[in-house]
């Protein structure tokens, strides 16, 4: 079993598309919960204008989420306009085979974006795809959710809803 991820950073908009291009990733399989959405579902910074520029560099993505909240998993995708796979039993390989079959290409051109090394780093690497591994946005944004008001988690819940309703 290995535990190391390919490649460690701080955040998921960090990936440019040269990175990606320099090791032959040609499709992202993005993890939800810590990875794209915090723990009130905010979701992170520059998530969209990051998406758009890989997806104008022929980066493909798709979204595998242990999760089995529809809602809150298919307003990501919804957002970013790519397809989901929910309840994916990572580090299972199955979810991230169904993943590789949607999205066409090649194992080795796949990496797989996660928080966690025991479902998203083993996943990956038991199927052979490029690991990443991120830091978790709740522990970092501690600091902040404890300043942040209520009334403007409020304001962001009501719109997440708004999305997802659409
Ligand atoms: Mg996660």
Redo the contacts with the bound molecule.
């Keep these: 079993m290995k535990l190391y991820p390919n490649h460690y950073c701080e955040n998921i908009t960090t990936l440019t598309p040269e990175f990606l291009k320099e090791n032959n990733i040609k499709a992202l399989i993005l ?5 794209l959405l915090d723990f009130n579902l905010k979701i992170v910074d520059g998530l969209k204008q990051w998406h758009d520029k890989i997806r104008e560099n022929g980066v493909k993505c798709i979204i595998l989420s242990n999760s089995n909240k529809l809602t809150k998993v298919k307003m990501v995708a919804d957002l970013l306009d790519i397809p989901f796979i929910k309840f994916a039993m990572k580090p299972l390989k199955r979810g991230f085979k169904m993943a590789q079959k949607q999205l066409d290409i090649p194992f080795e051109n796949i990496a797989a974006v ?3 090394i025991f ?2 780093v083993i996943g990956a690497n038991g199927v052979k795809m490029f690991s990443i591994l991120v830091k ?1 946005l709740d522990k970092k944004d501690l600091w902040m959710t404890r300043f942040k008001r209520p009334i403007e988690e409020l304001v962001i819940k009501s719109y997440l809803k708004k999305q997802v309703d659409k």
């Design positions: 993890d939800v919960d810590n990875t996660g928080d966690q479902t998203d978790p």
